[in-house]
Structure formats: C-alpha cells, structure tokens
C-alpha cells in the first residue's frame, strides 16, 4: 500500500482532465417542487414560460388624470384647455367607466386605463376648481401609459433551467402569480476533518495540537455553493475508524468530503482506503496548492480527499468540488466567481512548469486601473493569506511566471 500511495501521487493529472473524467460519473440530481419564497439560491430545474401578459392590462404610470390626448392639443401654461371630471379609478379596482371628449378621470398610479383615455396628464400640469380640470401642457396619445404587456408577453421564456434564483428572480416568478417552483434537490454532502493534531474551537489548546478550521470552512462553502451539509465531523488518524466513517457516510450522501490524510505520510491512509472500498479515479492534480488531491467513487457516492493544509484545501473545492456540486445541480454556471482584469503590481516567478499555480493577490484601485499585488504564491498553510486577499490569478501550466505590468484575470473569492 506504501507503493500504491507513492505511485499514485506521482501520476499528476490536469485539471482538465480530473473534471472530465469525474463529469462522466455525475448524474443531475432529481427535481423537487417548493414554496417560491423558499427559493433563494436554489437552481431551477425548468424554464419558466410566462402564461399571462404584464402588466395584465393597461395602467397608468402616473398620478393624474386619464384623458384623450386630443383634448390636450396646443394646451400651455397661457392658453390652458379645460375638461370636465367625469369619475375616479384607484389602484387595485376595475372600472366600466367610459370616456368621452371633453373629460378627464382622476387615476391613481398603477391603476387600469378607462376605456376611451389613451393618455395620463401629471397632477403637477393641471389645475381643478369645481370639477373643471385645467390642462397646461400638450401630449401624445400613450404618454404616461403602461401598455399591457410592456413588461412580458404572454407566451415569453423568462427564466431559463440551470439559473441560480435570487431576489430578483423571486420577484419575477411572483409577479407570473407562481406559488411553487421546480428546483434541483440539494447534493447531501459529509465533511470529515482527519488529524490527531486537530480538536476542536472552544477546547483549550494543547501543545502540539491546532484548531479544527477545515471543517466549517468546507463546510460554508458547500453551502454556498448550492449543496446541503448532512454531517460534519473530525476523526482521528486511525484506519479503521476513517474507513467506518466513509462506508457509513455513503448511505445518506451524495459527496463525502475528506481533508487531510492523502498524501504519501504513514498516516495517511485515505488512498488506501479508497483502493480497498471502492476506485480511485485520480490521485494527485498538477496545481500548487492541491497537488495531493485524490478523487474516488464509492456505492454511487464520490469521495473528495482534499490536502489538509487549509489554502490546499479551500482552492481545491473553488477549482473541482465545487464545480461538481453545481454540476450536480444542473447549474448554467458552473464556477459563480466573479472576474476582474487588473495588473500585476510585480514579477512573480513560479518554481516549476508543469503545474496550474494559484496566486493570491489584493486588488487595489487607481484613477486608471485596477492593480494586483501578489500576497502569496507557496505557504498552503497560511490562512491569513486567503482572509486578507480579494482573490487568485491563475498561472497556467506552460508560463514560467508572471512579469510586472502583465493583465490578469483575478477570480474573486466567492460570496
């Protein structure tokens, strides 16, 4: 088993093709129907057509009066025209009033278009004495209406399968007059943290001992990224108690999450485990940090086994477990950081090719541009470097590094 690990870690595997391989073992997990106001961050699992017009009718998108247009013609403030109040229609009711030339309904913001009116004069460009009403300024037949369906047409694709719904959305799918929607079921996923060195906040420190930060931290950003946390633990460097752990967490699991424990230490007994449970698929990904990430399937359930340094560790979910969670999902985007294009602040040379390397870097903005300052390319294990940075600039495989003044992509930390 010593070989096995050692070989095995030895055979890196690009990025690209980890992703593709564990894509062909990922099936779109089932859908399941919600309450619309349960759906933030859920990814739809159908378009949405709308099946009505809005707005539904006609209405007015000003406090004023409903008239004809003509009625207005060569109006001003000397020579205002004068109509006559015939009635009233606020927000919400329905009227069968029916205008004529020479009068004008009071009408409320939002509420429905008489029949008859085809313009809205503002309140502030008229006057009333004795239901007479004063117009001074001359419009257009449509001014200061909303046509219906202005907003959407009936029959119109608005949302598309694989979003990820927001505020916004959610204020869409409302106004359709939807009260449940179809969503993709969340991927279940179990976090265990291995290292006799771990215990956990709370518990006074040892020496020899470091607090557990791998767990919540994974833990948030399978959150954010879409899936749910059914179990997270810390286990200790035992091979029976990890391989325990693993079979039992493949009965309600989608993913099983694993830091630390895969490189090619004597207490690192997860390639072995993996070997003897159930296929590895990849061990070791050329990327610094992350190289000793192994990837296996067990029952159905795949296993990520991520390197326990914590900066290993968070950039290996960003770059594939992530990705796979929302795979997973049906996701239209499959990585959700944001990018921005920013310019080195100094030369940073990378110590060997072969390797997708991931830079830390602080954004700071100009007058003119937005510049990156490097903070950390090695230190898989400094954490502040991950807490004070804005995001990573990736350098490929084939670059011996970056030169001062180079434009670069700065992916963003996920939020």
Do not use: W
């Not at 309450?35 to 004023?64: C, H, Q, Y």
């Not at 049906?330 to 110590?351: F, N, Y």
């Amino acid at each position: 088993m010593e070989k096995l690990r050692k070989v095995g870690f030895a055979n890196l595997t690009s990025l690209e093709d980890t992703l593709e391989l564990v894509f062909s073992y990922i099936k779109i997990n089932p859908i399941e129907e919600i309450e619309v106001n349960t759906v933030l961050n859920r990814f739809l699992a159908t378009n949405i057509t709308s099946e009505l017009d809005i707005p539904p009718f006609d209405r007015s998108a000003m406090d004023g009066y409903a008239i004809k247009a003509e009625d207005s013609f060569n109006a001003s403030l000397s020579n205002p025209k004068k109509i006559q109040l015939s009635g009233k229609i606020e927000i919400g009711e329905f009227s069968n009033l029916n205008l004529n030339n020479g009068e004008g309904i009071r009408i409320s913001t939002g509420a429905p278009i008489p029949k008859g009116a085809d313009t809205v004069i503002k309140i502030e460009d008229t006057e009333i004495e004795n239901d007479v009403i004063s117009l001074y300024i001359s419009l257009p037949p449509g001014k200061n209406v909303s046509k219906k369906g202005e907003d959407i047409k009936k029959g119109t694709q608005v949302l598309t399968e694989g979003v990820e719904l927001n505020a916004e959305q959610i204020a869409l799918l409302t106004s359709l007059g939807l009260d449940k929607v179809k969503v993709r079921a969340k991927p279940r996923v179990s976090i265990f943290s291995s290292g006799d060195e771990l215990i956990e906040p709370g518990t006074k420190l040892k020496p020899g001992k470091i607090y557990n930060s791998n767990t919540p931290m994974i833990s948030a950003l399978v959150t954010l990224y879409g899936g749910e946390v059914v179990k997270g633990e810390t286990v200790k460097d035992d091979k029976d108690i990890i391989k325990n752990k693993l079979i039992e967490a493949t009965e309600d699991s989608d993913i099983i999450i694993f830091t630390g424990g895969t490189s090619v230490g004597t207490k690192d007994f997860l390639p072995e485990i993996v070997h003897e449970s159930g296929i590895v698929l990849i061990h070791g990904v050329a990327q610094r940090p992350g190289a000793p990430i192994l990837i296996g399937i067990l029952n159905n359930t795949l296993i990520f086994c991520l390197p326990g340094t914590p900066v290993a560790a968070y950039v290996s979910f960003l770059k594939i477990t992530g990705i796979v969670i929302r795979k997973m999902l049906g996701c239209l985007i499959l990585d959700p950081r944001h990018e921005v294009i920013a310019k080195i602040s100094k030369d940073v040379p990378v110590s060997s090719l072969g390797y997708l390397h991931y830079l830390r870097v602080i954004i700071e903005k100009t007058q003119n541009e937005l510049i990156a300052k490097p903070v950390k390319l090695k230190g898989s294990g400094v954490i502040s470097s991950l807490t004070f940075s804005d995001g990573i600039v990736e350098i490929p495989p084939y670059r011996e590094g970056l030169k001062k003044g180079d434009l670069v992509k700065v992916k963003l930390f996920p939020q």
